[in-house]
């Protein structure tokens, strides 16, 4: 008898979750932000978050949880509940930390559950107010002469920003002192007041205030001009080779998230990234919507593998690690 109410029991816990799958969303879902406010992962999940509140049909509440280099969220998302409540926007970074840090908490390949590509956007180098160089080549020569006292400011190891001045550094063969921050919103605050001299930053971040000319804008690191700064020299056509670098973000839910949550994730996604007005708002800020073929989570997952080949090797050779 006891143990036919326990199966009973168990049978009805089954039969339940599954029900409650069915429903879901039944409240709100959060999405962590591995960075602080204000920054450029923040700007892009508030745009999907707000937009993908009517195909889900309940809000979708950002949560930022700062730390250096990013890595503190994706470990939190994996502890979290795996029930699609709660859900992780990344970066590039969740390719890059596992061949920077020796004792990562997380598994990018075997803790989650992919959901699926949002965008990619280039980063720029830009430069505090005050800098005497007023293009890229006034600030080479300017960052050479003066190496000794140029610092840059980053989000941290592992953050894009810290690849990007990895790269820059060391096609340019100068280093530079780095300031880390819990994320470039605040760290653009300092450049804009002047604390910092240079910093490279996503176009999601960096567009308004180039615009606004609050910071001096050298050049951008994809492969051809971004079309919202068309002013902007790539780093290749200004000589810099191999430090080219486009920064892709992505969802992801904890490992084990029942099937139907995960659907309903990725078709509001999905329905998300159609809407007009989200991709405008991302061209704007320079950033390039996937294509419907690669908002899966099957092309997220061959992405995320396929980076985490690209850069572990490269990071390696250039022996850098955080812990
Ligand atoms: N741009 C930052 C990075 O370097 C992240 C951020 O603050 O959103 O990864």
């Given at each position: 008898m006891k143990v036919l109410s326990t199966f009973v029991a168990a049978a009805l816990a089954v039969t339940g979750s599954a029900a409650l799958a069915q429903n879901y969303p039944t409240k709100n879902v959060t999405m962590l932000v591995p960075f602080a406010a204000g920054g450029p992962t923040d700007t892009v999940s508030r745009v999907l978050a707000q937009a993908m509140a009517k195909p889900l049909g309940q809000t979708v509440v950002v949560e930022n949880r700062p730390s250096a280099g990013g890595i503190l969220a994706p470990e939190q998302v994996k502890n979290a509940k795996p029930d699609g409540y709660t859900i992780l926007i990344h970066h590039i970074g969740m390719a890059t930390t596992p061949a920077l840090y020796?004792?990562?908490?997380?598994n990018p390949l075997t803790d989650f559950e992919y959901i699926g590509l949002i965008n990619e956007v280039p980063m720029t180098i830009i430069g505090k107010p005050q800098l005497p160089a007023n293009n890229f080549k006034e600030f080479l020569d300017y960052a050479r002469k003066n190496k000794d006292k140029v610092n840059y400011a980053n989000a941290g190891i592992g953050a894009a920003s810290h690849l990007c001045g990895m790269l820059f550094m060391s096609a340019i063969q100068t280093d530079f002192q780095t300031i880390p921050y819990k994320g470039t919103g605040p760290a653009m605050n300092d450049l804009i007041g002047g604390q910092v001299d240079f910093m490279c930053d996503q176009t999601t971040n960096t567009t308004s205030h180039i615009k606004s000319g609050k910071v001096k804008a050298y050049a951008v690191t994809s492969a051809k001009r971004v079309p919202s700064l068309p002013d902007l020299p790539t780093l290749n056509e200004m000589g810099v080779k191999g430090a080219e670098v486009s920064i892709w973000h992505a969802l992801y839910a904890p490992k084990g998230t029942p099937k139907p949550a995960l659907d309903k994730l990725v078709s509001s996604m999905q329905e998300a990234l159609k809407d007009e007005t989200v991709r405008k708002r991302f061209a704007d800020l320079g950033a390039d919507t996937y294509p419907a073929d690669k908002q899966t989570p099957q092309a997220l997952q061959q992405h995320l593998k396929s980076e985490i080949d690209k850069w572990g090797p490269l990071i390696k050779k250039a022996g850098v690690y955080a812990d």
């Open positions: 020796r004792q990562l908490r997380f």
